[in-house]
């Protein structure tokens, strides 16, 4: 990702929002953060045959492949890449570098459109991909070096009626072409191997696209004498026993490596850096607040897509990166968590955490029933943050938070379509207003109507009185991060401990105390709610309340038993 420490004579910053072709970003003369020590890395990172950088989407993965493509190279379309890195920090560190500028061929393919809802469309798209990739190198069916035979196959892909063997062979055979040609090994970059992969498992093909991606990428990697270097990328680590099977000589740099830390996304130092150029150092703590939050080894690291965003517009805080996609996957595994994962999850969203074993070697085929590889997916994609990481010979075990305040809010809005089954956020929120305003008859029809639809026996049977706790915990999650409302639980006050309270920061307003009963034997819903009430008043619950200055409490005891229950509720002045 680039984006503008160089101001423009009149402090205007020209930002190249979507634009993830270096050429064209030095070209138009585009402000841009300085990256270029990404190459440099890569150069001094000779024990290494093919790195695979995993990181979340937007951080800037396609736009460092495009710089990195026009370093080597001698030509990008066409246009001479010579002199575009003057006066970049990898020109700064000498000749022992810039010798390598536009002295390689390369390949370069990205997998970024290879998406579609069924096997032979997406099929019909790699073909589409890979006759572009070699009209871009037509001008080896002139070569001497090249027999008839050869130049077949290469006509075949450009023309889209290749065998299938010819496909899965494709990215080999043409860096053997361009070298038998020119004699010089091309670096090969691949950006988003894995989009494919994703598609193939939301619509249902998994089985034969990863095989199709498995035989493409072997023939390409593995031992391939033909290349000098491989760059891949991606938002996702796919196990090495499903995709590269056999690659024997694969470095893979995801996020709890720190190698590579400071080359996607913005530094603390970069972010202040920019700020002052916009004239916005003042906005430095709410940019913490919505955007920061990620790290990769000990290196903080800022999303540079909703920070370019913002700049744009003027300083305006609100969701960017999360709305560059439709979070199809996150939200359908959420959705189809087990209870303890949404317990869980729910906890995140009040602010806590969870410490969990990282699975790094994603297997899509297991992720439904794997709960380690859900927690994975969501750190992977920029989801979760890792507030710590602790080795272990299991693996690494991270203990995991919400990384800012624009994922928080995605999080709340999933968790609400969650709990509104399909009946609409409008809904919801009267279901909320029902219970903040004391409109205990209605919250109750309201409660009766979710635990009916999308609570099963299943939920109830270990830990019942978890899973009502976990379910009005879920309904209030909106509220904490409202800033209206204080969510607390399994809290000491007066003489014990309640189990759900919601204090208002308006003194004004109802604070509530909820008290869950399991309904006991012989015993009936009603005594079970009453039970609860009687506790709230015993156990002095309002004392949290009085204390910070409420002046009416609404106390709320619910018996239950199953999918049936009874719920009791008393106002009192405070």
Request: proline share 2%; with cysteine.
């Given at each position: 990702m680039l984006l503008a420490i160089n101001a423009k004579a009149n402090n205007r910053m020209i930002l190249p929002v979507g634009i993830e072709n270096f050429g064209r970003v030095i070209e138009r003369k585009l402000d841009f953060v300085d990256k270029s020590l990404f190459i440099k890395t890569l150069l001094d990172d000779k024990g290494t045959d093919v790195a695979v950088f995993t990181r979340s989407r937007?951080?800037?993965?396609?736009?460092?492949?495009?710089?990195?493509?026009?370093?080597?190279?001698?030509?990008?379309?066409?246009?001479?890449?010579?002199?575009?890195?003057?006066?970049?920090?990898?020109?700064?560190?000498?000749?022992?570098?810039?010798?390598?500028?536009?002295?390689?061929?390369?390949?370069?393919?990205?997998?970024?459109?290879?998406?579609?809802?069924?096997?032979?469309?997406?099929?019909?798209?790699?073909?589409m991909l890979l006759s572009r990739v070699y009209h871009s190198h037509k001008d080896l069916l002139e070569s001497p070096q090249l027999t008839s035979h050869q130049k077949n196959i290469?006509?075949?892909?450009?023309?889209?009626?290749?065998?299938?063997?010819?496909?899965?062979?494709?990215?080999?055979?043409?860096?053997?072409?361009?070298?038998?040609?020119?004699?010089?090994?091309?670096?090969?970059?691949?950006?988003?191997?894995?989009?494919?992969?994703?598609?193939?498992?939301?619509?249902?093909?998994?089985?034969?696209?990863?095989?199709?991606?498995?035989?493409?990428?072997?023939?390409?990697?593995?031992?391939?004498?033909?290349?000098?270097?491989?760059?891949?990328?991606?938002?996702?680590?796919?196990?090495?026993?499903?995709?590269?099977?056999?690659?024997?000589?694969?470095?893979?740099?995801?996020?709890?490596?720190?190698?590579?830390?400071?080359?996607?996304?913005?530094?603390?130092?970069?972010?202040?850096?920019?700020?002052?150029?916009?004239?916005?150092?003042?906005?430095?703590?709410?940019?913490?607040?919505?955007?920061?939050?990620?790290?990769?080894?000990?290196?903080?690291?800022?999303?540079?897509?909703?920070?370019?965003?913002?700049?744009?517009?003027?300083?305006?805080?609100?969701?960017?990166?999360?709305?560059?996609?439709?979070?199809?996957?996150?939200?359908?595994?959420?959705?189809?968590?087990?209870?303890s994962f949404k317990k869980e999850f729910e906890e995140l969203v009040n602010g806590g955490f969870v410490e969990k074993l990282i699975d790094e070697n994603l297997v899509f085929e297991y992720l439904s029933n794997n709960p380690s590889s859900v927690?994975?997916?969501?750190?992977?994609?920029?989801?979760l943050k890792p507030l710590s990481i602790r080795q272990t010979y299991q693996g690494a075990y991270a203990k995991l938070g919400i990384p800012n305040k624009e994922v928080d809010n995605l999080y709340r809005q999933i968790v609400e379509q969650w709990l509104s089954n399909g009946h609409g956020l409008e809904w919801y929120n009267e279901f909320i207003d029902s219970l903040l305003t004391g409109k205990v008859a209605l919250f109750q029809n309201h409660l009766e109507r979710v635990i009916e639809q999308i609570a099963s026996y299943h939920d109830f049977a270990k830990e019942p009185e978890a899973f009502y706790q976990g379910?009005?915990?879920?309904?209030?999650?909106?509220?904490?991060?409202?800033?209206?409302?204080?969510?607390?639980?399994?809290?000491?006050?007066?003489?014990g401990r309640f189990d759900i309270m919601l204090i208002p920061k308006d003194a004004n307003r109802l604070g509530i105390i909820i008290e869950l009963k399991v309904k006991e034997e012989k015993e009936t819903l009603e005594k079970a709610a009453k039970r609860g009430l009687i506790q709230i008043d015993e156990k002095k619950y309002a004392e949290d309340l009085k204390q910070v200055g409420i002046k009416k409490a609404l106390k709320l005891g619910i018996g239950f038993y199953g999918k049936e229950f009874a719920l009791i509720g008393e106002e009192e002045d405070l």
């Open positions: 937007r951080f800037g993965k396609t736009l460092n492949l495009s710089m990195l493509h026009y370093f080597l190279a001698e030509k990008v379309n066409g246009e001479e890449t010579q002199g575009l890195f003057d006066g970049l920090k990898i020109a700064e560190c000498g000749d022992e570098y810039m010798r390598h500028q536009g002295k390689y061929p390369v390949v370069s393919v990205t997998f970024k459109d290879i998406k579609a809802s069924n096997y032979q469309s997406v099929y019909k798209d790699l073909s290469f006509e075949s892909i450009m023309a889209e009626n290749a065998e299938e063997s010819s496909v899965k062979s494709a990215l080999l055979n043409l860096t053997h072409y361009i070298y038998i040609h020119s004699g010089k090994k091309p670096w090969l970059l691949i950006d988003e191997y894995d989009t494919p992969i994703q598609s193939g498992y939301m619509n249902g093909y998994y089985p034969e696209i990863i095989e199709t991606m498995r035989s493409m990428f072997g023939a390409a990697l593995k031992t391939n004498d033909y290349i000098e270097k491989a760059v891949i990328t991606g938002i996702l680590r796919v196990a090495k026993e499903s995709l590269f099977s056999g690659v024997n000589n694969l470095e893979v740099y995801s996020l709890l490596r720190s190698e590579y830390g400071e080359h996607f996304g913005f530094t603390e130092v970069e972010v202040d850096e920019i700020l002052k150029k916009a004239d916005l150092s003042n906005k430095s703590e709410e940019i913490k607040e919505w955007y920061n939050g990620y790290k990769v080894g000990e290196t903080v690291i800022y999303n540079p897509w909703s920070i370019v965003n913002y700049l744009k517009q003027k300083g305006e805080a609100k969701p960017y990166w999360v709305n560059t996609s439709d979070n199809q996957l996150i939200k359908d595994l959420l959705k189809k968590s087990t209870l927690w994975s997916l969501l750190l992977m994609s920029g989801y379910l009005m915990l879920g309904f209030t999650v909106s509220l904490s991060g409202s800033g209206i409302y204080q969510i607390k639980s399994n809290r000491e006050s007066g003489l």
